[in-house]
């Protein structure tokens, strides 16, 4: 079935340190690829998207290109702020063709001044 | 700018006992979802919504789950008896475009914790 891999947490870096976070799949097709972001306290925040190969979706300062022949999503970001800090889901649309959208378990990313 | 709204944000409530969480989707969306996230862990889905039925559902959305639209706005997942693994957050989500296109916007979350 589909399934999201993300590198496991926490990720600890000093501010203006080049972030990379891993993000692969398995999935039937091309599915729409996603980055969501979660602050502490707070609910699930679009970070950004991409919907076909090759694609690089970009946001705040992130990054992420569709890798459709290594089936990858990572997410980078060349240098990183303290207000980064928060929890960071790859995710992908299903394929049983609802809109569902499955999770990686998560990556907690805590940038130190 | 348009958002999902959630209530309640947070919620006790004694084992057994029947809990709903409300939320309100955007106005012309038309695609619903329920998700949870236990404390630290990933975001399930739970279930899925589309023209007043369900569309997809989860293995954790046993018989103790119910989903409703009862009036055109608001969005509801019911818990007929709780128990102690349904701590968690709750989020619910929306989409106006659908199946498989355009993005899911999600409300804060409401926190379920049974006692």
């Known amino acids: 079935g589909d399934s999201v891999t993300q590198m496991e947490g926490p990720v600890t870096l000093s501010e203006e340190a080049f972030l990379t976070i891993n993000c692969t799949y398995t999935?039937?097709?091309?599915?729409?690829l996603f980055w969501y972001v979660q602050y502490p306290g707070e609910g699930l925040q679009l970070l950004l998207k991409?919907?076909?190969?090759?694609d690089k979706g970009s946001n705040k300062g992130f990054e992420a290109t569709y890798r459709k022949e290594t089936t990858s999503f990572h997410l980078e970001k060349g240098s990183v702020q303290v207000s980064d800090s928060a929890v960071y889901f790859c995710?992908?649309?299903?394929?049983?063709?609802?809109?569902?959208?499955?999770f990686g378990q998560g990556t907690t990313l805590q940038v130190k001044p | 700018e348009p958002e999902v709204t959630q209530t309640p944000s947070h919620q006790v409530t004694q084992m057994g006992q029947e809990v709903i969480l409300r939320c309100v989707p955007i106005?012309?969306?038309?695609?619903f979802y329920w998700y949870r996230q236990i404390l630290g862990q990933k975001v399930e889905f739970l279930v899925s919504?589309?023209?007043?039925?369900?569309?997809?559902k989860s293995e954790i959305f046993d018989d103790q789950f119910s989903v409703e639209r009862p009036d055109g706005s608001n969005f509801t997942l019911k818990i007929r008896s709780t128990k102690l693994e349904d701590s968690a957050m709750y989020f619910c989500?929306?989409?106006?475009?659908?199946?498989?296109?355009?993005?899911?916007?999600f409300g804060e979350g409401s926190r379920l914790t049974v006692l």
């Open positions: 106005s012309n969306h038309l695609y």
């Open positions: 991409a919907t076909k190969a090759d």
């Open positions: 995710a992908l649309f299903g394929s049983s063709n609802t809109g569902k959208l499955i």
């Open positions: 999935a039937t097709g091309y599915p729409s």
């Open positions: 989500a929306s989409k106006r475009t659908g199946p498989n296109t355009g993005e899911l916007f």
């Open positions: 919504f589309y023209n007043n039925e369900i569309s997809e």
